[in-house]
């Protein structure tokens, strides 16, 4: 079962951050927090990891709380190529990936 | 860099008949997955091969799913006999050997339909 817990939907609007939280209150120490989106029709993309810090690539931000219990991606401007289902993700690194069923986001015009 | 290819895109099929589904990874990758996405929620995984050898298939259905990877390289996987719960989305991806979660790679999927 997935170990992550995040809304089924949201909403943002073109050009503006999209904040997607996830909660993961029983992480262990030796577990990371990845990030993957799905656009429609595609396979699943990797877009971001983390341990403890927060991280920054060129396509988003991740931002861990102090006692890792949760994790926001932040899509800093978003764009309609951003709609897509993102799945947060909690696991050892190299074990095998379990996906829920990850936050609909919605980019309006 | 070539993607993850994988046919066909689409398949219906009639329920008890058989199918198969095609993956060619990346070049060089020696890990290959396939993972069954059901609509509505996450690709879960089926099977894990590092070269030709299985690593995982503690979640594939053996009594009527079958997979190989002759050679190291290219995959199938096989459903005989489709049952209507096996539609779904057939995802196949791939890694360097000795890669992490952020290698592995996605091909686009095969959709099947079971009538």
């Known amino acids: 079962d997935a170990k992550t817990t995040q809304p089924p939907s949201m909403d943002c609007a073109e050009g503006r951050a999209a904040n997607l939280p996830c909660n993961h209150s029983?992480?262990?120490?030796?577990?990371?927090v990845y990030w993957y989106r799905q656009i429609h029709s595609q396979g699943p993309q990797y877009i971001i990891h983390?341990?403890?810090n927060n991280e920054t690539n060129e396509m988003a931000s991740l931002i861990i709380t102090e006692d890792r219990k949760s994790s926001t991606l932040i899509l800093p401007h978003a764009t309609l190529r951003d709609t897509a289902v993102y799945y947060c993700?909690?696991?050892?690194?190299?074990?095998?990936?379990?996906f829920g069923k990850g936050t609909r986001l919605h980019i309006l015009p | 860099e070539a993607g993850v290819a994988q046919s066909p895109r689409y398949k219906i099929i009639e329920k008890r008949q058989s199918v198969a589904f095609w993956c060619n990874p990346i070049?060089?990758?020696?890990?290959l997955y396939w993972y069954q996405q059901i609509l509505g929620q996450g690709p879960k995984l089926l099977i894990q091969?590092?070269?030709?050898?299985?690593?995982?298939d503690s979640q594939l259905p053996k009594d009527r799913f079958s997979a190989e990877r002759l050679k190291g390289v290219d995959s199938t996987l096989k459903i005989q006999p489709a049952k209507l719960e096996d539609s779904a989305v057939y995802l196949c991806?791939?890694?360097?050997?000795?890669?992490?979660?952020?290698?592995?790679?996605f091909g686009p999927g095969t959709r099947l339909l079971v009538l």
């Open positions: 991806a791939s890694s360097p050997r000795g890669g992490t979660m952020e290698t592995q790679y």
């Open positions: 029983t992480i262990s120490g030796n577990e990371y």
């Open positions: 983390g341990l403890k």
């Open positions: 993700i909690v696991m050892i690194r190299d074990d095998k990936i379990i």
């Open positions: 070049s060089g990758h020696a890990t």
């Open positions: 091969f590092q070269n030709n050898g299985v690593v995982d």
